[in-house]
């Protein structure tokens, strides 16, 4: 299994601010996956983060957006740039299946606020 | 990845069975049903996954026809903290760099 920890679990920001979430997991793992659930909503990929290289965006997402680094097997951060009320949504980061396991595990998600 | 369609919403009432249905009419050869519960304010959480025929663990059964074309989760005796969001997906289980991609999900709510 996989423990992930992420930062911060909530945070009201004003519009036109940045912010950065951490996602820590206390294994080496290949790839990350940031995910992004809006109020009431599913989760949407936003992007795959894969140690030593540039993350891959899926459509409708953007690097300057939502630039991601991935320094170490172990740690990914997120950032949502020049914050609008409409990024107000909680930010998942997750890990994919870890040996014999065959599921995915999640962080409890970082709720954000845009004011 | 295969589409997958399940109820938007389900109510229920303590020790009752729930049992959630998704269909999945694409799905390939390669492709597992897995499915996964969403409590508000956390990140899903891995339930059940399977192949065909019967799955069964310590929280929920999956049954699966002989052509894999749905699938359908069943909860014995559902309790209140059972009350959250299902997800169905679909799809190769591949290696670690597979993403999940979820669809609607179902939610669940159970009173007593």
């Known amino acids: 299994s996989a423990v992930i920890s992420q930062k911060p679990s909530r945070d009201i920001c004003q519009r036109g601010t940045s912010l950065t979430i951490q996602c820590q997991v206390d294994?080496?793992?290949?790839?990350m996956f940031w995910y992004r659930q809006q109020p009431g909503q599913s989760l949407t990929l936003i992007a795959t983060?894969?140690?030593?290289?540039?993350?891959?965006?899926e459509s409708g997402f953007v690097i300057d957006k939502f630039p991601i680094s991935r320094p170490n097997l172990t740690f990914s951060t997120l950032t949502v740039s020049n914050m609008s009320p409409e990024d107000s949504s909680i930010y998942l980061c997750?890990?994919?299946?870890?040996?014999?396991?065959?599921?995915?595990?999640f962080g409890q998600g970082t709720r954000l606020t845009v004011v | 990845l295969a589409k997958t369609t399940q109820p938007i919403s389900m109510d229920s009432y303590e020790g009752q069975e729930v049992n959630i249905t998704c269909s999945h009419n694409?799905?390939?050869?390669?492709?597992?049903i897995t499915w996964y519960q969403q409590f508000p304010s956390q990140g899903p959480r891995f339930i059940i996954q399977?192949?065909?025929t019967k799955v069964t663990n310590e929280v929920a059964s999956l049954f699966i026809p002989a052509d894999r074309k749905s699938s359908t989760l069943s909860l014995p005796r559902v309790s209140l903290s059972d009350t959250a969001v299902y997800y169905c997906?679909?799809?190769?289980?591949?290696?670690?760099?597979?993403?999940?991609?979820f669809g609607k999900g179902t939610t669940l709510s159970v009173s007593s």
């Open positions: 997750s890990v994919g299946k870890q040996g014999l396991n065959t599921e995915a595990f």
């Open positions: 294994s080496q793992v290949t790839m």
């Open positions: 983060a894969n140690q030593g290289s540039e993350a891959t965006y």
């Open positions: 694409n799905i390939a050869t390669n492709d597992y």
């Open positions: 399977g192949y065909k």
């Open positions: 997906l679909v799809g190769d289980v591949g290696g670690p760099g597979t993403a999940l991609i």
